[in-house]
C-alpha cells in the first residue's frame, strides 16, 4: 500500500470538492459587539456594520477545520446575502505560507504561529501583529483497523510507544493489559502520520510529551518525529490509508474519520478508559488556558493534555485563524470581522454534528474583543 499516493490523490479530491462546497455561503452572527448572540438570529437582524466589507474573502490551512469553515461559510451567506469565503484546505503548514506570501486573506492553522513566522507574518500585515484567534476545538480520534476488535483501548505510554516503533504487535502485554477481554491478534502493528507538515500532528506530539513525557521524548512540531509507520497526505490521506490498512491506526480529526465510519480508540489516562463522545471532549475544553492578556490569543492546551479528570477525553486541538491585527485595506479589514463574528457567535451552535466542539462562553467573548479590534 503506497500511503503517500491515497493522501495525495484523495486529498486532492477532497479539497476541489470542498473548495466547490465553500463557494455555497458561510457562517454568521449578527452581533459585533462581542455579546453573544442566539443561534436562531436570522439575516434581518443582521446590521449593515456587521455585513461591511467586500463579499468575497480567500483562506488558506488545516483540514481539520475545513468541515467547521464550511458551516460559518453557509451561515455568513445566510445573515449576510452575498457574502463567502473560499477555503483552500492544504494543510496548516501550507496555509501560514500562503497567509505570510500574501496569497490569502487569513490563514487557518491547528497551531499558532512559530518563533520563525512571527516577524514573516507581521511583515505581511504591513508592520503590524499577526493574531491568532482559536475559532473551534476539535478532538482528534485514533482511528484504527483492526479485524474483530469492536472496543480498543490506549493509554499515553502505549500510544507513544506504539508510533516510535517500541511497540509492535497488537497483542503487546501492555495492550493486553489495558484491553482484558478482548482478544487482540498476534500481528504487526502499522501507525499512520500525516506525511504533509500539519498541527495535528503538532498537537499530537505536544500531547504526546505531555501526558507521556518518559515514553515521548521526540519532541513537536508540525512535522511527525516518531520515526515509525507511513505517511499519508492530509486528513484524507489518512482516514483512506487506515481504511486500506489492516493492522493500522493513525490519528486524524474526529469529523473526517466519523464520516468514514471508522472505530477509534478510547484512552485510559490513568481515572478509566473514555470513549470519543460529544460529552467527554466538552468536559476537557475547560482545562484549556490563555498564554496571556492581550488580543492574540494564543492557547496553553497541557494542562488539558495531562488531565486525568475522569470522564474527559483529553487528545484535542483548537484551530486557529491567523489574521493581521491591522495592515488590512478598509474592505478587507470589514469583512474579516464580519466573517469571524458571526463564526464565533451562530455558527458555534451546528459545530457538534460537524466533529466539533462549540467555544465556551468565556473563550467567546475573548475572541469577539480581539476581532473587533482588527482594523
Known amino acids: 500500500v503506497k500511503l503517500n499516493r491515497f493522501g495525495k490523490v484523495f486529498g486532492t479530491t477532497l479539497s476541489l470538492t470542498a473548495a466547490a462546497a465553500l463557494t455555497l455561503s458561510a457562517c454568521g452572527s449578527d452581533n459585533n459587539s462581542g455579546t453573544t448572540t442566539s443561534s436562531g438570529a436570522s439575516s434581518a437582524a443582521a446590521s449593515a456594520a456587521d455585513c461591511a466589507g467586500k463579499n468575497s474573502l480567500t483562506a488558506e490551512g488545516s483540514t481539520a477545520q475545513q468541515n467547521a469553515i464550511a458551516e460559518f461559510n453557509k451561515v455568513w451567506g445566510q445573515v449576510c446575502s452575498g457574502k ?38 507581521a511583515e505581511r500585515c504591513g508592520g503590524n501583529e499577526a ?7 476539535g478532538p482528534v480520534a485514533l482511528a484504527y483497523n483492526i479485524e474483530g476488535v469492536d472496543k480498543l483501548v490506549v493509554n499515553p505510554e502505549v500510544l507513544a510507544k506504539i508510533f516510535t516503533g517500541e511497540i509492535k504487535k497488537w497483542n503487546d502485554p501492555a495492550l ?43 519532541g513537536a512540531g508540525k512535522e ?112 474579516v470581522k464580519s466573517f469571524l463574528t458571526v463564526a464565533a457567535n451562530q455558527g458555534q451552535a451546528s459545530l457538534a454534528p460537524a466533529g466539533y466542539v462549540a467555544l465556551p462562553d468565556a473563550f467567546k467573548t475573548r475572541l469577539l474583543a480581539s476581532v473587533e479590534a482588527i482594523s
Open 84 to 121: 463567502t469565503l473560499a477555503y483552500n484546505p492544504t494543510g496548516s503548514g501550507a496555509g501560514v505560507d500562503q497567509f505570510i506570501a500574501k496569497q490569502v486573506d487569513f490563514a487557518g492553522s491547528d497551531s499558532a504561529l512559530k518563533d520563525d513566522q512571527v516577524t514573516k507574518a
Open 131 to 137: 493574531w491568532n484567534l482559536p475559532l473551534v476545538f
Open 176 to 218: 493486553a493489559a489495558l484491553n482484558s477481554g478482548t482478544n487482540l491478534p498476534d500481528a504487526d502493528i502499522k501507525p499512520i502520520y500525516r506525511s504533509d507538515s500539519s498541527g495535528t500532528t503538532d498537537n499530537f506530539q505536544k500531547y504526546l510529551g505531555a501526558a507521556a513525557p518518559q515514553a515521548w521524548t521526540k
Open 224 to 335: 511527525f518525529q516518531g520515526g515509525a509507520g507511513e505517511g499519508a497526505q492530509k486528513s484524507s490521506g489518512v482516514v483512506q490509508a487506515v481504511q486500506a490498512t489492516p493492522g493500522s491506526i493513525g490519528y486524524v480529526e474526529k469529523s473526517p474519520a466519523a464520516a468514514a465510519g471508522l472505530p477509534y480508540a478510547q484512552i485510559d489516562s490513568g481515572a478509566g478508559a473514555v470513549a470519543l463522545t460529544d460529552e467527554s471532549t466538552a468536559a476537557a475544553v475547560g482545562a484549556a488556558k490563555f498564554k496571556g492578556e492581550g488580543k492574540d490569543l494564543i492557547l496553553d492546551l497541557n494542562a488539558l493534555y495531562a488531565s486525568k479528570e475522569a470522564g474527559a477525553y483529553p487528545l484535542m486541538l483548537a484551530t486557529y485563524e491567523i489574521v493581521c491585527s491591522k495592515g488590512y485595506d478598509a474592505e478587507t479589514a470589514a469583512a
